[in-house]
């Protein structure tokens, strides 16, 4: 069935350092890739996306890159501070219009 | 804050009850989505409504089942509940029918313990 997957599970940088999360869809008819950032017991917070149209998207220490061919889009957070440390969800839109969510990266930035 | 609200906030339930939980989406967005999050399980679309009507079905269990309203306020309703069931259920909304045309943005969530 149509899924996302996401890796790495944890990860763990030193502050300043750079972080990538990468993500694998499998519904080549998705066109939009959101990422959300969640705190300790807080809702989810989308901090950056993109549309299929697009290879990249920047937005200050946030990026991201999409490869529709490889089916794959990855989040770049630069020069990490303690609070980028959070779990990370990549998602991408399927054909029915559902959003299917990645199962998260675990981000520790050390300071 | 998202300006998606949803309550109550926590809910504590014995087995076989049944609980309603509530959310109002952002002024002007017309979509409210349904999320289950559990520790193993990540986030798992339930349900979409759009302006009052089902849009979009994912992993929604036979006892459950949502509505939403003419001033597109949601409620989703789960029965005959199960030690399973505990989780956060987070509520989203966007403008448009089509969640990915739109941003989603989640509510604060309310988190079930099933006892």
């Known amino acids: 069935g149509e899924n996302v997957e996401q890796h790495p599970s944890t990860l763990s940088v030193q502050e300043g350092d750079s972080a990538v999360i990468k993500c694998t869809y499998s519904d080549s008819a998705s066109n939009y890739f959101p990422w959300y950032k969640q705190e300790l017991g807080k809702r989810p917070q989308l901090i950056i996306d993109?549309?299929?149209?697009?290879g990249e998207k920047k937005d200050q220490r946030i990026a991201v890159t999409l490869n529709k061919t490889a089916k794959h889009f990855s989040l770049h957070i630069t020069e990490t501070q303690p609070e980028d440390s959070a779990v990370y969800f990549c998602a991408a839109l399927n054909q029915g219009g559902k959003l299917i969510f990645g199962q998260g990266t675990e981000l520790s930035v050390k300071p | 804050d998202s300006g998606v609200t949803q309550t109550p906030k926590h809910l504590i339930t014995a087995t076989g009850q049944r609980v309603t939980l509530r959310c109002s989406p952002r002024?002007?967005?017309?979509?409210v989505y349904w999320y289950q999050q559990s520790l193993d399980q990540g986030l798992q679309f339930l349900i979409q409504?759009?302006?009052?009507?089902?849009?979009a079905k994912g992993n929604i269990l036979e006892r459950f089942s949502a509505q939403q309203f003419p001033d597109l306020h949601s409620e989703l309703n789960l029965s005959s509940l199960e030690l399973g069931d505990s989780a956060l259920y987070f509520c989203?909304?966007?403008?448009?029918?089509?969640?990915?045309?739109?941003?989603?943005?989640f509510g604060p969530g309310t988190r079930l313990t099933v006892t």
């Open positions: 002024s002007g967005d017309l979509s």
């Open positions: 409504y759009y302006n009052g009507e089902e849009r």
């Open positions: 989203a909304s966007s403008v448009g029918a089509q969640g990915g045309s739109y941003e989603q943005y």
């Open positions: 993109i549309r299929s149209n697009v």
